[in-house]
């Protein structure tokens, strides 16, 4: 007999995030996404009461990834969107352990400053 399938279930975050895109120490953009996780059933109120933690680790990677570039150009390119979410769903993990399957990025918009 097969083993069953996982089913997945997916929860959205509450807000936004937004994220200043800095050039020559003035923001030169806005960078705002939705975030939502997909994970293991029954893991939604445990994600609900980490959210503030979720979300300052989340920040520092959003933060860390437009200071490296991650927001110029083709910010929308596979392998710079690969990299975000690997690196969001490694603090995800780090927070939330086995319970998280993948981070999505549901939305996300580059509105130029200025």
């Not at 995030?17 to 975030?35: C, K, T």
């Not at 780090?94 to 996300?108: H, M, N, P």
């Amino acid at each position: 007999m097969p083993a069953e399938a996982v089913v997945f279930e997916y929860v959205k975050l509450n807000n936004q995030f937004v994220i200043p895109d800095m050039e020559d120490g003035q923001v030169a953009a806005m960078v705002v996404l939705s975030i939502s996780l997909e994970t293991l059933p029954n893991a939604r109120e445990k994600i609900y009461a980490q959210e503030p933690k979720l979300r300052d680790a989340f920040l520092q990677v959003l933060f860390d990834h437009a200071n490296i570039g991650g927001f110029k150009g083709s910010f929308t390119e596979t392998t710079k969107m690969q990299s975000l979410r690997a690196s969001l769903l490694e603090v995800a993990a780090a927070i939330l352990g086995d319970d998280i399957e993948s981070v999505l990025v549901t939305d996300i918009v580059r509105q130029d400053v200025g």
